[in-house]
């Protein structure tokens, strides 16, 4: 299979200290790769890198083909990395359709009756369809966080990047956004997914990469995962 | 189409005005304030309202505006039209410069660089001969009129269509790509950048546009007072105003600052005449407050609640 991400020794560094040391990391075309840590171990820095929010690091990164080590974030984003943020980030003073319409104007080029209608469509794919013209500052937690994710899509990425998507979401809430995941993944959309809800990963992941003290400590399927001893030191300690 | 007849009945209204025999002189000079401060707001709004970011060194755009002319008209006798253009464009550049250089930074401390600005500019003109430095220079108005009766009146038309061409601008903008992107920058800036939003350059065309516009209203200034001198060339109640009228008039859509600045300024004008120049400044002030305590969205944003309620 092909690769559609390649991070190599990616070093960042904030005043003297290392949040990301010597990562290396490859995406394959399709894949539902999980990447999980405990907190503060690297996991937001290093999609920070990689959709562009940071460019001041060493090493380089690879998308498709391309070189993207020096491209900041929006050119990224017309590549086809699009991002969710942990904390969501939606256009407050914009009806949700209006906050779909932004990617679509300045990715595609386009924000006519027709980008509406794909934009109504992908609302409609993840439940939000009676909210389009809603203010975003008025929706519910798990309305957001599929704003977020239909935001991402309207940029028609390649790539997506869930940062938490689930955090702070109830059970029937996280199968909701997972299933949402599964169904963009089925349209052929690669999905890097960061969670703390272990479940979610487990059932979401084909590959779970671990990262602890900004380094990758181990990778594997989710089962061979959750019995590494490594992973059970860096979250539970010795 | 509709907005085009209506600009063009707005200004032949201002021309029927200012061609008129009969009025007192001093509606004219009052009424070029007051449309000074109309494409003042308007233009602060464009990079403060639509984009977030608060400008505080109005005067330094201003008085670029202002001193080009000056520069203009004492080295070659240039024409009205051709200062404005100059300091237009002049205050255009200083807006492409301080946003390169400032734009990185965000909320206050993009603020308070423009106020650095504001001194840097006035530290420079106190000390520049040519413009007749800290004391000031008489200039002598030429005598062409075109087809008005006075200076004064030629100046408040010239203003209105200086008014109106900002405001076209502004309006413009508001529904364009660019007005979206802006948008976006307010609400997050960091998703904006995510959702293909080019932030720093279309910052960089609203501070620069912005700028122009601030350095066109600037500019008609030493002929209207036949005089320039730095101290209230570069007066920091101009960023008072310019913030104050936008925000009381609401800033998320282009009528805001139109309503804000006709509103106060006229205001200012009747406070001036009729207690004291010193109060004018106070009136912006003590209004802000209000708005912001009462009517943080302004005018707009009261009429927008209005509405809701009474459906």
């Not at chain 1, 690669?190 to 590959?207: C, Y």
């Not at chain 2, 008209?73 to 253009?85: D, E, G, R, T, Y």
């Amino acid at each position: 299979m092909e690769t559609i991400l390649e991070v190599n020794n990616v070093i960042k560094q904030f005043g003297g200290f290392t949040a990301l040391s010597e990562v290396n990391l490859h995406v394959l075309k399709g894949e539902r790769l999980g990447l999980i840590g405990p907190n503060g171990s690297g996991k937001t820095t290093l999609i920070n890198c990689i959709s562009g929010a940071y460019t001041d690091y060493q090493g380089s990164i690879r998308f498709d083909g391309g070189d993207i080590t020096l491209l900041k974030a929006h050119e990224r984003t017309k590549r086809g990395i699009a991002r969710s943020f942990q904390i969501p980030r939606p256009f407050s003073s914009m009806t949700v359709m209006e906050n779909l319409l932004v990617p679509f104007a300045f990715v595609g080029g386009k924000d006519g009756p027709e980008q509406q209608k794909e934009a109504m469509s992908i609302l409609d794919g993840m439940g939000l369809a009676e909210k389009a013209f809603v203010q975003s500052n008025q929706l519910s937690q798990v309305e957001l966080r599929k704003m977020e994710l239909a935001r991402a899509m309207a940029a028609k990425p390649k790539l997506l990047i869930s940062d938490e998507a689930m955090a702070g979401l109830s059970g029937t809430e996280v199968d909701e956004v997972l299933e949402i995941l599964f169904d963009l993944n089925k349209l052929g959309i690669t999905i890097i997914m960061i969670e703390h809800i272990m479940q979610a990963v487990m059932k979401f992941s084909q590959r779970v990469v671990c990262l602890d003290a900004g380094k990758i400590i181990c990778e594997g399927t989710p089962e061979t995962i959750v019995k590494n001893p490594e992973v059970q030191r860096a979250y539970l300690g010795d | 189409m509709k907005y085009a007849i209506y600009c063009a009945l707005v200004l032949l209204g201002f021309l029927g005005v200012s061609t008129l025999g009969g009025i007192n002189e001093y509606v004219f000079f009052a009424g070029f304030v007051i449309l000074q401060f109309v494409i003042l707001a308007t233009a602060w709004n464009i990079l403060g309202g639509y984009a977030g970011y608060v400008n505080f060194g109005v005067p330094a755009f201003i008085a670029v505006g202002a001193y080009t002319a000056v520069v203009l008209f004492k080295s070659m006798s240039a024409p009205l039209l051709v200062q404005i253009l100059g300091g237009g464009i002049l205050a255009g550049a200083l807006g492409l410069g301080v946003g390169l250089l400032t734009l990185k930074l965000r909320g206050i401390f993009f603020s308070i660089a423009t106020v650095a600005v504001v001194f840097i500019l006035e530290t420079v003109v106190n000390n520049w001969r040519y413009v007749g430095g800290a004391t000031g220079l008489q200039l002598t108005r030429p005598q062409d009129l075109w087809f008005f009766d006075s200076y004064a009146r030629m100046l408040f038309f010239v203003m209105a269509v200086l008014a109106v061409l900002s405001v076209t601008i502004a309006r413009y903008i508001q529904d364009s790509f660019l007005g979206r992107g802006l948008r976006a920058v307010r609400d997050s800036e960091e998703a904006a950048e995510c959702s293909g939003v080019p932030t720093l350059k279309i910052k960089l065309i609203a501070c620069t546009i912005s700028g122009a516009l601030m350095g066109i209203a600037g500019a008609p200034m030493p002929m209207y007072l036949s005089y320039i001198e730095p101290t209230s060339t570069f007066n920091l109640s101009y960023s008072i105003s310019a913030l104050g009228m936008p925000i009381i008039g609401g800033t998320s859509h282009w009528i805001g600052p139109v309503i804000g600045a006709l509103l106060l300024a006229t205001l200012q004008q009747i406070v001036t005449v009729t207690i004291s120049n010193e109060l004018n400044v106070l009136v912006v002030g003590v209004l802000l407050v209000l708005f912001v305590v009462i009517a943080p969205d302004g005018i707009l944003g009261l009429i927008k609640k209005w509405k809701q309620s009474s459906k």
